[in-house]
């Protein structure tokens, strides 16, 4: 079922790619394995997929204990508190989620004990919903500009999370927007910043926002099938 499940969403991939004139072998695609269990995982494995995004460190340590650091790339995709930064290393090749100076900071400073650099991502509040973390789009640039000289991180693009909305055309505004964000910040050159990767797309969502750019997609249910209700 998974195996089929990625047949769609390979297929889905390709053509919003072509339609943008994008090189599909550019885009990532990030299974989004959040309540999905170990075997479904090994499932998912089997089938090709190489990339898991996780967005509970508990959750995530558990796993990553069983299936292994090496067999795949994981991702960590969702809030996280400061004094959680420890359990990200020796575990995630990139963090989608950092929303700030402090949370950057922190992870910085483990990763210089560890002579690491962690590559992340600076998540984008591009809707203003106060239910959601990001930094404001306003003070994207003077984020980037702090984050800048601290070596231990590695800023390699932004993410966002649109509002929830059935009608991913809805959706289209948000990443176009973020597309644009990136845009302005990359003219701006700041030294050990890079702004490649845009991380923008959920299972409802993922074509359309190949179309505005993404490089990252992150797709759950669309692959596992619905999740439980928390
Ligand atoms: C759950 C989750 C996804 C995937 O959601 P689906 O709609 O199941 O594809 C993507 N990104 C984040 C941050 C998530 O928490």
């Known amino acids: 079922m998974i195996a089929e499940n990625l047949q769609i969403v390979n297929a889905k991939i390709a053509e919003a790619a072509r339609k943008?004139?994008?090189?599909?072998?550019?885009?990532?695609?990030?299974?989004?394995?959040?309540?999905?269990?170990?075997?479904?995982?090994?499932?998912?494995?089997?089938?090709?997929?190489?990339?898991?995004?996780?967005?509970?460190?508990?959750?995530?340590?558990?796993?990553?204990?069983?299936?292994?650091?090496?067999?795949?790339?994981?991702?960590?995709?969702?809030?996280?508190?400061?004094?959680k930064v420890k359990f990200l290393f020796d575990r995630f090749d990139l963090v989608h989620s950092v929303d700030g100076f402090e949370l950057a900071e922190a992870i910085h400073a483990q990763s210089l004990e560890r002579r690491w650099v962690m590559p992340i991502l600076i998540q984008v509040n591009i809707s203003g919903e106060r239910s959601k973390s990001g930094v404001d789009p306003a003070q994207l640039?003077?984020?980037?500009?702090?984050?800048?000289?601290?070596?231990?991180i590695q800023v390699r693009g932004l993410m966002a999370l649109p509002p929830m909305d059935?009608?991913?055309?809805?959706?289209?505004?948000?990443?176009?927007?973020?597309?644009?964000?990136?845009?302005?910040?990359?003219?701006?050159?700041?030294d050990n910043i890079r702004l490649d990767d845009l991380s923008m797309g959920m299972s409802n969502d993922y074509p359309v926002a190949i179309e505005e750019g993404a490089t990252l997609v992150r797709v759950g249910s669309a692959l596992f099938g619905p999740r439980p209700r928390p």
């Not at 796993?63 to 090496?70: A, F, P």
């Not at 640039?141 to 070596?151: C, T």
């Not at 059935?166 to 700041?190: N, Q, T």
């Open 20 to 83: 943008s004139g994008r090189d599909p072998g550019r885009i990532g695609l990030i299974a989004v394995t959040k309540t999905v269990p170990v075997d479904r995982i090994r499932e998912a494995m089997q089938a090709g997929l190489a990339c898991f995004g996780e967005n509970k460190i508990q959750e995530a340590k558990a796993k990553i204990e069983i299936l292994g650091r090496t067999a795949c790339r994981w991702h960590f995709i969702g809030h996280l508190q400061k004094n």
């Open 166 to 190: 059935p009608d991913p055309e809805r959706s289209r505004p948000y990443f176009s927007r973020l597309r644009e964000l990136r845009d302005g910040c990359a003219k701006m050159g700041i």
């Open 141 to 152: 640039q003077e984020l980037l500009v702090r984050v800048a000289p601290l070596p231990g």
